[in-house]
């Protein structure tokens, strides 16, 4: 068995667009609880944005907050709250 790691294809990368990155108009933030999540990256997979990576972790500057990543998630391990500016 290989030892590479396994390279995935998104359909999208995150990139700033020409107002600036998507993340600054976000009025909810999602937050992840890693007790619950089981890994799965139905949520990297279902995100719009391409703002979740590989290790599941959410790029928050293009997160748009609109919520996918915790309705998919089959864990109920990611949160929406409200953003504090």
Do not use: H
């Not at 590479?4 to 998507?22: F, H, I």
């Not at 999602?30 to 790029?59: E, H, T």
Request: hydrophobic share 35%; aromatic share 4%.
């Amino acid at each position: 068995m290989s030892t590479e790691k396994r390279v995935r294809l998104a359909m999208s990368r995150p990139m700033e667009g020409a107002c600036g990155k998507t993340g600054t108009w976000r009025v909810f933030q999602p937050v992840v609880d890693r007790k619950k999540c089981n890994a799965c990256g139905l949520c990297a997979g279902y995100c719009p944005d391409a703002a979740i990576n590989d290790d599941l972790v959410i790029d928050l500057a293009y997160c748009k907050g609109c919520g996918i990543c915790a309705n998919e998630c089959p864990k109920k391990a990611i949160t929406m709250v409200r953003e504090e500016k």
